[in-house]
C-alpha cells in the first residue's frame, strides 16, 4: 500500500470522500475543493486522532460546525486534515504497527526538544520536522 493509499484509507477513503482516488495529485485536486467534514469523523472514529486535537490542529468546534452547514471543509483545513493523516499514515509506515505510531506521536520527544510529534502538525513546517525525524529513524538514524 502507497502513502497515498494509506492517507486515503486513513480518511475514510471512497466511502467518505464520495469518489475514488488514485494518486497524491487526486487527493491535491480534492483538498482545492474542501474534503467533506465527515472526514474528521472518521479520524476520530478511528482513534488516531482525539476532539482536542482536531481542536487545535483543524478546526475549532466552532469553525467545524459553519462547515457541517456548508457540507465541506475549507481548502485550508482540508490540507491540515490531509497533513494529520500523510504523517500517522508515515509513523505507521516507519513503526509498522498502528499502535505503536499512535504512541510516538502523542508522547514528547527528546529528538524533538520535548515536543509532542502530533502538537506540531499545526504547521506545515512542523510537520516536515516530524517527517524528517521520521525518516532518520526509519533509517536508523535517531531514536
Do not use: Y
Request: net charge negative; proline share 4%; glycine share 8%.
Amino acid at each position: 500500500m502507497t502513502n497515498a493509499d494509506q492517507v486515503i484509507a486513513l480518511v475514510g477513503g471512497e466511502k467518505t470522500i464520495g469518489r475514488g482516488l488514485a494518486s497524491e495529485l487526486d487527493i491535491a485536486r480534492l483538498i482545492r475543493g474542501g474534503l467533506p467534514v465527515d472526514v474528521v469523523d472518521h479520524l476520530l472514529d478511528l482513534g488516531v486522532i482525539s476532539q482536542a486535537e482536531v481542536d487545535r490542529i483543524i478546526a475549532s468546534p466552532k469553525q467545524l460546525m459553519e462547515r457541517r452547514r456548508k457540507g465541506c471543509l475549507t481548502p485550508d483545513q482540508s490540507g491540515r486534515v490531509i497533513r494529520v493523516a500523510r504523517v500517522i499514515a508515515d509513523a505507521m509506515e516507519t513503526f509498522r504497527s498502528p499502535d505503536k505510531a499512535l504512541t510516538w506521536l502523542h508522547r514528547p520527544s527528546a529528538a524533538l526538544e520535548g515536543e509532542v510529534p502530533l502538537d506540531l502538525l499545526d504547521t506545515e513546517e512542523g510537520a516536515r520536522v516530524v517527517e524528517h525525524l521520521l525518516c532518520r529513524i526509519a533509517h536508523g538514524m535517531a531514536a
